[in-house]
C-alpha cells in the first residue's frame, strides 16, 4: 500500500475536514503540520505549493481535498457487496483476490 502524508495547519477547517474523511474511509496517513514542522514547509514551497492540505500519496502529490482524486491513488478501491450494499475496501493491484464482507460474510471476488 502507498504512504499517504497529509500536509495541514491547525487553523485550517479543509484540513480538519481532509482527516475526518482519510479516517472515515479507513485509509492510514501521516500528518505533519506546515506551521510547526520546518521540513514539511520546505518540502510545499519546493514544489511551489501555496496552500493545504495536501495529500502526498506515494509519489503523487494532491492539492486541495479532492476525495475523488485521493481515492483514486490510494491502493485500493470500494466493492458493494451484492447481498447487503455494504461497501467494502479491496486492493487493486493484486490480481484476483477474495474477501469476506464485514457486515453479511458474504464472499466477494475481484
Known amino acids: 500500500m502507498k504512504d499517504v502524508t497529509i500536509l495541514t495547519t491547525s487553523t485550517c477547517g479543509y484540513c480538519k475536514m481532509a482527516k475526518e474523511f482519510l479516517v472515515k474511509n479507513k485509509i492510514h ?3 505533519r503540520d ?3 514542522d520546518l521540513q514539511a514547509r520546505r518540502e510545499m514551497t519546493s514544489r511551489n505549493i501555496t496552500g493545504v492540505p ?34 467494502v475496501r479491496m486492493p487493486t493491484k493484486e490480481g484476483k483476490i477474495s474477501a469476506r464482507c464485514p457486515k453479511c460474510k458474504s464472499v466477494l471476488n475481484l
Not at 482524486?69 to 447481498?83: G, I, P, S, T
Open 29 to 31: 496517513f501521516t500528518e
Open 34 to 36: 506546515v506551521n510547526k
Open 54 to 87: 495536501v495529500f502526498l500519496i506515494g509519489n503523487d502529490v494532491v492539492v486541495g481535498l479532492d476525495k475523488t482524486r485521493v481515492l483514486e491513488l490510494v491502493d485500493h478501491r470500494l466493492v458493494q457487496c451484492e447481498n447487503c450494499g455494504t461497501a
